[in-house]
C-alpha cells in the first residue's frame, strides 16, 4: 500500500529566506506526483506536475524535484513572502488504473514579516 | 471561465439524515473524485468515476454513495449509515487515465457538520 510521508509537518520562516519542503513515497511504480497549496478553509490549487520519467519542473519561484528511485521528492521555495503561507500538499498517482492520488497530510508553512 | 464548482460551500447535517453535496465541472474532463479532509490526516479517496455511468469505490466508501448521469456532474450524498461524516469534502476531475496520468483540478469543497 502506497504511503505518502511530508516533513515537516509545521515551518515558520522570515521572509525572504529559500526553503526546501519535503515528500516521500514507499512505493515508486507511479505515473506522477503532484504538488498542491491549500489555502485556509479552501480546495487545492494545483502548482507543479512532475511526470516519472522526469526530475524536475519549474514554475516561477517554485521548483519541484524527483527521485523515483529513492522514493523522495522535494518543493524548492525560492525569496519567501508572507503570500505563501499555507498548506502544501505532496500526491502521487498510483499506477493500476483509476488515475488515483494519495496524498501526503502536508506541510503548514508560515512566511512572517 | 473553465472549472469546478462544489456547492453548497457549508452544509449542515442531523443525525439521521441524508444530504447530498454537489460538484460540476465544465472542463470536458472525463474522470471525477470525491475525497474527504480531517485534520491531521491527508486526503482519502471516497469514490471516482471514469466515465458516465461508471464509478469505482475508494478507501472510505461505507456510507456513501454517487451517481454519474453526466459527464458534467458528480454528486455525493452522505447518507446515515455514515457514523462520522463531519468533515470537509473535496470534487476533483482531470482527463481519463492514461499510461502518463493527466493532472488534477480540485473544487473549493464543502465543509460538512453533524448538528
Known amino acids: 500500500k502506497q504511503e505518502v510521508t511530508q516533513i515537516p509537518a509545521a515551518l515558520s520562516v522570515p521572509e525572504g529566506e529559500n526553503l526546501v519542503l519535503n515528500c516521500s513515497f514507499t512505493?515508486?511504480?507511479?505515473?506522477?506526483l503532484q504538488w498542491f497549496r491549500q489555502d485556509p478553509g479552501k480546495g487545492l490549487t494545483s502548482l507543479l506536475l512532475i511526470q516519472s520519467s522526469q526530475r524536475e519542473q519549474t514554475s516561477g519561484r517554485l521548483n519541484a524535484s524527483l527521485d523515483k528511485s529513492s522514493g523522495r521528492s522535494t518543493l524548492y521555495i525560492a525569496a519567501s513572502q508572507p503570500g505563501d503561507s499555507a498548506t502544501y500538499l505532496c500526491?502521487?498517482?498510483?499506477?493500476?488504473?483509476?488515475?488515483?492520488?494519495?496524498f501526503g497530510t502536508g506541510t503548514q508553512l508560515k512566511v512572517e514579516l | 471561465d473553465g472549472g469546478i464548482t462544489q456547492s453548497p460551500k457549508y452544509l449542515f447535517r442531523k443525525e439521521g439524515q441524508n444530504v447530498t453535496l454537489s460538484c460540476e465541472q465544465n472542463l470536458n474532463h472525463d474522470a471525477m473524485y470525491w475525497y474527504r479532509q480531517d485534520p491531521g490526516q491527508g486526503l482519502r479517496l471516497i469514490y471516482y468515476?471514469?466515465?458516465?455511468?461508471?464509478?469505482q469505490k475508494g478507501d472510505i466508501a461505507e456510507g456513501y454513495s454517487v451517481s454519474r448521469e453526466k459527464k458534467e456532474s458528480f454528486p455525493l450524498t452522505v447518507t446515515s449509515a455514515q457514523k462520522n461524516p463531519t468533515a470537509f469534502y473535496l470534487c476533483?476531475?482531470?482527463?481519463?487515465?492514461?499510461?502518463?496520468?493527466?493532472?488534477?483540478?480540485f473544487g473549493q469543497g464543502t465543509r460538512l457538520t453533524v448538528v
Open positions: 500526491a502521487v498517482r498510483r499506477r493500476g488504473g483509476g488515475n488515483k492520488l494519495t
Open positions: 476533483a476531475s482531470s482527463y481519463r487515465d492514461s499510461p502518463l496520468g493527466e493532472e488534477a483540478f
Open positions: 512505493d515508486s511504480a507511479i505515473y506522477n
Open positions: 468515476s471514469q466515465i458516465v455511468n461508471d464509478f
